[in-house]
């Protein structure tokens, strides 16, 4: 089994920051692509950032400039820095990873976390 724990959601002003982390655990043998999505109320799950086993890297439109997303292989830990946070990135926020669980199984399987709330309110 693979888990994926997300932290550091949170309450924040418009304009300030936050720091997610996601982090994996259980029978990996590697992590290939991760990536960080939201869902906002009454909103379809949107992508935000992706983020290759090779460190590229792909952002949303409305997150470009203003979150950064990293990860620590060695950790298995996924990050988004997000800064001057506006009212509209208030959503539910999940990570993402496509797991290979076994090294004789080429297969990657994806998992998602069960996702971290940030608000973002005066």
């Known amino acids: 089994q693979v888990q994926l724990v997300e932290s550091g959601g949170g309450l924040v002003q418009p304009g300030g920051s936050l720091r997610l982390s996601c982090a994996a655990s259980g029978t990996i043998f590697s992590i290939n692509d991760m990536g960080w999505y939201r869902q906002a109320p009454g909103k379809q799950r949107e992508l935000v950032a992706t983020i290759s086993s090779g460190g590229s890297t792909n952002y949303a439109d409305s997150v470009k400039g203003r979150f950064t997303i990293s990860r620590d292989n060695a950790k298995k830990t996924m990050y988004l820095q997000m800064s001057n946070l506006k009212p509209e990135d208030a959503a539910v926020y999940y990570c993402?990873?496509?797991?290979?669980?076994?090294?004789?199984?080429?297969?990657?399987?994806?998992?998602w976390g069960q996702g971290t709330q940030v608000t973002v309110s005066s």
């Open positions: 993402n990873a496509a797991v290979r669980p076994y090294s004789l199984r080429p297969n990657y399987i994806s998992y």
